[in-house]
């Protein structure tokens, strides 16, 4: 598989016959740190399934999982909560794709790192009129979230986190 980079992505793909006088159908998912697109099935209700494609923002994504399709193994990605896709006879195993997903939302976090820090340390905060003031006061309470998910996810550590909200405090003290 090798290391990831934030713009590559990963394609999987097979073929399933559902029943024993079905047609054979394509089955695919092509993941990158920005879209899920493929074609797997999708669960309508009441046990039916259809074949579909799809394409999703990669901050859509629930999970990964295992679980089965038509009494067989197969990998889901629920997206939104509540849309199940399932994808049997993908040539890939369930914690391989698992892997791939995690390894796409660490790129997308360490990024995100990476211009919070940016946006505080560079002074991107400034006292300004009215108007700008509210937007930069937005933008002051989503950095303040986003620092907090962050420590809380380990991608900075508690030194780095107080460093870095006393620097943004300083802003406006």
């Known amino acids: 598989m090798g290391n990831l980079q934030?713009?590559?992505?990963?394609e999987f793909s097979g073929e399933y016959k559902m029943g024993f006088f079905g047609s054979a159908e394509h089955i695919s998912v092509r993941i990158s740190a920005e879209r899920v697109t493929g074609r797997g099935y999708r669960e309508l209700g009441n046990g039916k399934h259809e074949i579909a494609e799809f394409q999703y923002a990669f901050s859509?994504?629930?999970r990964v999982s295992g679980g089965q399709f038509d009494k067989k193994p197969c990998s889901i990605i629920v997206f939104n909560e509540n849309d199940y896709i399932f994808?049997?006879?993908i040539n890939v195993l369930t914690p391989t794709l698992e892997s791939i997903f995690?390894?796409?939302?660490d790129l997308i976090l360490e990024k995100e790192t990476e211009e919070i820090k940016r946006l505080i340390?560079?002074?991107?905060?400034?006292?300004?009129?009215?108007?700008?003031?509210?937007?930069?006061m937005q933008l002051f309470r989503e950095t303040v979230t986003k620092l907090k998910d962050l420590k809380r996810q380990g991608f900075i550590n508690p030194m780095e986190y107080s460093e870095l909200r006393a620097r943004l405090m300083d802003f406006y003290a």
């Open 60 to 62: 859509q994504v629930t």
């Open 121 to 136: 340390l560079g002074g991107t905060f400034t006292k300004a009129g009215r108007t700008q003031l509210q937007d930069e």
């Open 87 to 89: 994808f049997p006879g």
């Open 102 to 105: 995690n390894q796409f939302k």
């Open 6 to 10: 934030l713009g590559d992505f990963r």
